[in-house]
């Protein structure tokens, strides 16, 4: 059985992404939470990767850290469960879309920390974050365009660049970020997909508040 160590449903984007994929694609796993913030985090993570963070996936002696080593490795192991389009000129390019999210994008990330308990309110961003946010948003309509036919999702059905995504969506969603048409439609199919809600209903449950993800700190704010 594969097991998947993740950290806080709340705040961890990068375990909310192997999870998600293998939920929506029916692989099972089983699931190991270390919260971020226990004292013995590092200890803990350092026994089963050598980078010491989440997530982690372990397949028998195979031990693969990194998000999108992980789905690299499903899609190796398991070819049949869609975690990349079956067409060949589709796959390389959510392949080259997921890698963008793993390599950039970081002026949003930095000001806009995934956060699914906290209510759905605007900000004010840097003109780098904004730039990445049209960033995906063409990408997104890219993909939508060329792609998406066949469902919702970036190459219709859910795949491996949607679980990628699904962080993003959701910072656009809490921060009230606007968005073209295309990719606001996008948002909202993510947030509806069965095991992002499944992901999110157990997020609002955790109670542990990290302060370098809640952008209004001292004060938590809480749906």
């Known amino acids: 059985m594969l097991r998947l160590i993740i950290g806080n449903k709340n705040y961890s984007s990068w ?5 998600l994929a293998m939920t929506a694609l029916g692989i099972p796993f ?3 939470l270390v919260p971020l913030d226990a004292p ?3 200890a803990r993570m350092r026994e089963r990767s050598p980078a010491g963070k989440v ?5 028998g002696e195979a031990v693969v850290w990194e998000s999108s080593a992980i789905l690299e490795h499903l899609a190796e192991r398991l070819p049949d469960r869609g975690i990349w389009p079956a067409e060949p000129v589709a796959r390389a390019h959510a392949r080259s879309l997921a890698t963008e999210m793993h390599n950039g994008f970081g002026a949003l990330r930095s000001v806009a920390p995934m956060n699914l308990w906290r209510p759905i309110e605007p900000r004010a961003f840097p003109d780098e974050a904004l730039k990445d946010v049209r960033r995906i948003a063409r990408r997104w309509g890219e993909a ?3 792609f998406g036919a066949g469902g919702d999702y970036l190459f219709g059905a859910f795949s491996g660049a949607d679980a990628m995504y699904a962080p993003v969506a959701s910072r656009i969603r809490t921060y009230a970020i606007e ?3 295309v990719a606001a439609a996008y948002v909202e199919a993510i947030h509806a997909h069965p095991a992002f809600m499944a992901w999110k209903e157990a ?3 955790e109670t542990g508040a990290l302060a370098e ?3 209004d700190w001292p004060i938590v704010k809480r749906v």
Do not use: M, N, Q, Y
């Open 144 to 146: 939508r365009r060329r």
């Open 203 to 205: 997020a609002l449950k």
């Open 40 to 42: 013995d985090f590092k």
């Open 30 to 32: 089983e699931e190991e």
């Open 55 to 59: 997530p982690v996936l372990i397949d």
């Open 179 to 181: 968005v073209d048409e």
């Open 15 to 19: 375990s909310l992404r192997p999870w």
């Open 213 to 215: 993800d809640e952008v």
